[in-house]
C-alpha cells in the first residue's frame, strides 16, 4: 500500500517555473515507478512524466520533452515534477500515482493515487 500526497501547486504567471512534490508513506516506495498526470476543466486525464524505481530513467511525452523534469528521492520517498516555462494551458489538476510497470503511460497501469494538487497559470 502506498499513500501519496501532493503539494507545491499555486497561481503563477506564464514563463515562470514551478516545483511540484509528492510524499509517500510506506515501505514499498522504491518498488514502484512513479508518474504525474493532469487534468484540466472538461478534459481527460493525460500523461505527464514517469521515472523509474531506481530515478535513472525518465519517460516523457513528446509534447513536453524539455520544459518538464521528474525526479525522485527515494530516501525522502519524493518525487518531484519540475515546471519551467509555464503556459495558461497547463492549468490542470496535477496528480501523482504509481506503478509496477515502467515505462508506463496509461493511467489503467498505477495502482494508486493522490488527490492532486491545482496549477493555474495566468497570461
Known amino acids: 500500500q502506498v499513500q501519496l500526497v501532493e503539494s507545491g501547486g499555486g497561481l503563477v504567471q506564464a514563463g515562470d517555473s514551478l516545483r511540484l512534490s509528492c510524499a509517500a508513506s510506506g515501505r514499498t516506495f522504491s518498488s514502484y515507478a512513479m508518474g504525474w498526470f493532469r487534468q484540466a476543466p472538461g478534459k481527460e486525464r493525460e500523461f505527464v512524466a514517469a521515472i523509474s524505481r531506481s530515478g535513472d530513467t525518465a519517460y516523457y511525452p513528446d509534447s513536453e520533452k524539455g520544459r518538464f523534469t521528474i525526479s525522485r528521492d527515494n530516501a525522502k520517498i519524493t518525487v518531484y515534477l519540475q515546471m519551467n516555462s509555464l503556459k495558461p494551458e497547463d492549468t490542470a489538476v496535477y496528480y501523482c500515482?504509481?506503478?509496477?510497470?515502467?515505462?508506463?503511460?496509461?493511467?489503467?497501469?498505477?495502482?494508486?493515487w493522490g488527490q492532486g494538487t491545482q496549477v493555474t497559470v495566468s497570461s
Open positions: 500515482a504509481a506503478a509496477r510497470l515502467f515505462p508506463v503511460r496509461d493511467e489503467w497501469d498505477y495502482d494508486y
